[in-house]
Each structure stands twice: as structure tokens, then as C-alpha cells.
């Protein structure tokens, strides 16, 4: 048994050699890794971008190759000459109602830009018009025409030509012309996103800068923070750019935001803590160099441990099948490695260079009465939870009295797919689609197409208006096109196919067509179709719907899907991870419970605030499915932190004593680290688009209930009340016989004190250190 025992630490001893030599090799060569990492930025900026991994520019182009909405629009357009379905719309409004000669100049103008499509002539050249359709409505002051463009028109491309087409209408008197749909909102999406991005960076720059200067007094150490922060995030969007023309995977502009404020803040709580490390070997007379090397020896294997577990949490995205939810993986997976590898290599440098310099003007020598006065609160409540069962159970129990209330809204959440309705107050496309919705057909700008297939099923002409007038009495549906309101000879093929086996209806809902109320009416009117046909008279025929709301309604069923096996892998990776690390099975497993609670809470207070009080239709689609993902991984860094202190003490002392004496030290180092992410995330609501309010307010509420809420009190309430259980299958946790009181505590506390002070180097060892 010994000699096994001795076999398995040869590998440990090893591997923490190497580490070791590693971090030191770091300080004595803290020059070289200074050049390296400015030449890396400086390459960044320098070479071309590499191109490729983009994904679709057509938004059912985000369903599986399955896709049932996708196979009807395809056996739809191999019908039909001219599709119904368009992803842009230019609106022509008069509030006084539109003239006989301005609806004709509509009609006219749409049919020239027609005509050599219906010859058979049509463009194939990118960045053409190859079809403009009129679509009938019954709204005197408003006219809606979609227009179709050539196949490899970009989406930008295909707006500008839109915005073309609808300057024609713009000299008329009291006539105005708007563009929208899917594809503008998509771009105009875009431009928001790109005009307030460089605000954001800076922003949240700045501001951390603010709280890191603020937190050590010093005005250098915030530029320390700044000039890490700044060049890693200059090489990672040049690695991620690399890795997607590498390996195809997509980086959808939703990803920007999230990516940068991951790399900000996972850089900003490293540094904060090297810095206290740092600070605290000074305060110790430890010399500069010597000081650098073991903040990093000391500080380092915690960083790489809780840095492997976000970064392993966020690739666990891989498992999902959607294309869109795969590249948020590796993207976000990526920035978290490049983080942490900036944080082991150049942060260290920086701290060696500068030595005392880094903490002017306050200098060295007062961390540890802040300390003190920053643990007084955590000394109180590690008290309360863990000097006896009963306060842990307590503790519990509020805990768990905030968060399952909190988390109960979560099942009347609701997924929002809308491009338009998220779009700031005051932007052309979401008026165009504001005109639409006061005149009661919102859903014109994304229409659902109903096709209707049977051999002769065209000659059921009566069976079909009888279908068509069913179909627009059903609830959400605003007005139903069909061979009643056909704007072209039955010989052009809009209404039924030449070969007299397929008609269709274009369907019209009366609200936002990728909201959750569209979704929702379009599900209802899906179950109710057969038998609609059935009323009608219609023998011998099959039905198949597409469209934009087809496609959403897929594609929020498939996030639903994918959501609940991404968590699960994510669980599953985190708790191995915590396992390994802790040596253990019980603890990690209830730790991972809390976690998703705080995660549930989060979702529940966001679905409270949009939907409830500030009345969005609901959440858009990715939302609730990153955040969650990035929650849980931060969630179980933070728990390196807490839980691996207390498990560094508990080899030394009881279990209540261990508590007692780690979640005063890590308590500082994991607020501070809350609140700068909790801070950076939040400044995501910078962007004045709906889905990056939802991140912000989700991510920072959640990072807050984790920092306050989950760590200080459920964490160590939990430990005690598992006591020796905590640390199965391992007998590493022993259990103390009496409760300590206050007095003890603080004893202990100062007596941790006083040994740092004599040995900085056994003070330093193991995580708890982390905060002080």
C-alpha cells in the first residue's frame, strides 16, 4: 500500500516541478515575456484578418438540413415561378390614405422590376433586384412590397438596394417609405452593434480601471490592468478570427460583446489577485523579484485550475447541435484560454518589473488592516454558518427561501426570435414596422406560407376559398392571401402551381411574426389545419407551412432542446473538474446544485423584469442558453476559490475551524472578483439592443447572487451541515467536537496573522491565501 501510495505522488511531484520551474522561469525572464506578448499585439493589429467561418445570411439557413419548415419553402419554390416569402419589405405610408396614382406607381414600379424575371430573363449577377412583389392589404394608408434579390447578394447589399427601390416613392407629397424585415433589421442590428462597440471596450475599461485603483490605492496598478486586459484582447480576436477560417465554425456578431467582456473581466480578477498576493509578500519585507515569484508560485496553480474550469464549462457548448450555439463554444472557450495564459505569462512579468511601484502612491505595509476591515463581515457570517448546525441550517433556509422564489418566473419564460421589435426607438426599420403593426398587420413583413399539396387539388377551387376563409378567422391572423386576391394572371404561378398540384395561401399575423405571441398563434394554427381542411371540403390534399415564423418556431423549440443537453454537459464537466480538484464526490455535487440555482434565480428575476414589468414579448432566443452556459462556469471558478481554501485548512484543522478561518481570507478577493465582472457584463447594456440588455442584466445579477448570496453564506452552511460527508469518499475532512465561539475565531485569525508575517513562504502555501 505504501509503496502504491509513493508510485502515485511521483507523478504529482513531477508535475508540480515543472509548474513550478515554469512560474519561475516566468519572473527571471519577465523582459522576454514582456516582448513576446507586445510583439503578439503588435502582429494582431498588423496582419490581415484571416477570413472565412461566417455563417448564413439566411435566417432559416440557422435550422438543421432536416428542417421540416425548410423542406416545404424548398418544394414551395420548385412549384411556383415567383416566391411569396421575402426577408425585406419596403412600406409605403400616407396617414392620409394612399392615392389611386400612388398605389398605380407601386404596381408599376414593381412590375418593372419584375418583368425580366416572368420572361424567364432574370439577373444572375450578385446585387440585383430579380423580383418585386405588391402585396394586397386591406389598409388604405399603408402598401407593402417584398422584394427579392439574386442568391449571393449580401445582406447589407440587399438593403441598400431595398433603400434604392423606396427613394422612388419619397418626392410624392405626404408620402413616406420605410424598409424593413428580417434582412434589414438583421443589418441594422449590425451597424448598432458596431457604433457602440468601441464605447463598450472603453467603458468597461475604464471603469474597471476605476475599481482596481480604488481597491489597492494606486494609480499604476489600474494601468497594469488596462495594458494586460488591452493586449489580450488585440490577440485574442486575432486567435479566434484564426481558429474559425481554421476550423469553419462561425463568429456571429452577437459573440463580440460577450467575448470582450469575458477576456476583461476573467484578466481584471487575476490580476486583483497577483496584485494581493503581491502586496502581501511586500508587506511581509519579502524583496521585489523574490516577492513576484512566490505571488506566482503561490497564486498561479489557482488561476490555471479556475481558468481551466471556465474555459472547459463554455467549450462543453460543443455538445449542442445547433450550428449558432456551437460556435458560441469554442469562441468563448478560446478567449477564456488566451485570458488565463496572459495572466500566467504577463501579468507575473509586470508585477516583477514594478515591484513596490506597483501599488503608488499608497505604497506597501497597510493591506493587512484593509484586510481586517474587509473581513469583518465575512468573519460574521462564517461564524453563523458553520459554529454549529443549526446556524448552517438557518442559513440554508434563507438561502433557499430567496432563491426558489426567484426562480419560479423561469417557467413562464418565453423565447423572442425578433429582429425589429429589439431595435432602439426611433430606427427606420422598426418604424416601417410600427406603421405595420398600428394598421394591424405586422406579420406582412415575415408572412407564413400555408402549401397545400394533392394531385388536381387546384381544382377544388371552392373547397380552397372555403379553406382560405377559415384560415383567416382563426386567432392571430390578420388577413390571408390567396387565389381571391391573386395581383397577376393565374399564369404566372403566384397563387396555384402550373401543374395543378399544389396552391398556397399567404398568412398574416396581426403581431410581430418572430415574437413569442406569433410564435405561439402559429403552433395553435399548425394543430388546427387538418381539421380545417376537413371543414372546408378539401379531399386528397397534404399541408406544409414555411416562413419566418416556421422557421422560428423550429428554431425556439430546438434552443429549448439544446439548452437542457448543453446544461447538462456543462454540469457534468464542472462537477468532474470540482471533483478532481477537491478530491472528492458529495461536496462538489451539492456546490454544482447551488450553482444552478443561482443561475434559475438569475433567469427568474430577468423573466420578472422583461417580460413582466417592462412588457417584452420575451427573451431572445440565445439569451437565456449563453448566460446560463457562462454562469455556471464562472459559478464553479469561484468555487476553486472559496471551496479550495477551506479544503487547503481543513487538512490542517477541523472542518468549522477550516471555514472559519478561509472564508474570511478568500472573502475580499472573491467580492472584489464578483463585482468587476459583475460590473463588466453589466456594461453590455451599453449596446441599445434588447438582447444585450437581457446579457447585461442577467450576467451581472447572477454574478451578484453568486458573490453575495452563494459563496458566503449557502457554501459553508452546506460544508457544515455535510460535515464529514463533505470530503467523501476521501477521509480528508475532520469534524470539530464543540462549537467555536467569536473569541476563538478571531484568535485563530490573528494567530494566521502572525504566522504570515514570520514566514511569508508557509503562510503563502495552499489556497487559502487567495483573498488576503
Known sequence: MLRARSAARVPARALSAAGRGFRSAVVAGRWLVMAVWLAAAVAAVMLPTPSGGGGSNNFGGLLPPDSEAVRVQERSLEQFRVPVLSQTAVVVHDPGGLSALTRADIALWALQHTQATLRGEAPTADGRIVAAVPLPTATPETAVTYLYTTGGTSLADATALARQYAAHFENQPDVDAYVTGITPARVQQAEHLEARLHLFEVATLVLIAAVVGLTFRSVVAPLVVLAAAGIGYLVAVYVLALAAAALGFALPDQLQPLTAALLIGVVTDYCVLFFSGMRRQLDAGVPPH???????????????????????????????????????????????????????????ALIAVLGPRLFFPSGVGGSGAIDRRAGRGARWIARATSSSRRGALVAVLLGLGILVPAALPVTDLRLDLSFSSGLPAGDPVRQGAEILDEAGVRGVVAPTEVLVEGPGVTEQRAALSAFQGLLSRQPGVAQVLGAEQNPLPEEYGIVFSADGDAARFVVILDSDPLGATGIADLRRLEDRIPQLLDEAGVAGATVGIAGQTAVASELALITQDELRRTMLAVLVVEFVILALYLRALLAPLLLIVTSALGVAAALGVTVLVFQGWLDDPGLTFYVPFTTAVLLLALGSDYNVFAVGSIWEEAGRRPLREAIAVAMPATARAISAAGIILATTFAMVAIIPLDSFRQVAFIMALGLLIDTFLIRPVLTPAVLTLLGRAAGWPSRRIRTAGVPMDAARQVALLDKRAAEAGRDPVAAAAGPSKVGT
Open 290 to 348: 523574490e516577492a513576484a515569484r512566490r505571488t506566482v508560485t503561490t497564486d498561479g496553480p489557482i488561476v490555471a485550475v479556475a481558468g481551466i474550469t471556465v474555459a472547459a464549462g463554455t467549450a462543453a457548448l460543443l455538445v449542442a447541435d445547433f450550428e449558432l450555439f456551437r460556435a458560441f463554444g469554442p469562441a468563448l472557450s478560446l478567449t477564456v484560454v488566451v485570458g488565463v495564459v496572459l495572466s500566467l505569462t504577463l501579468v507575473p
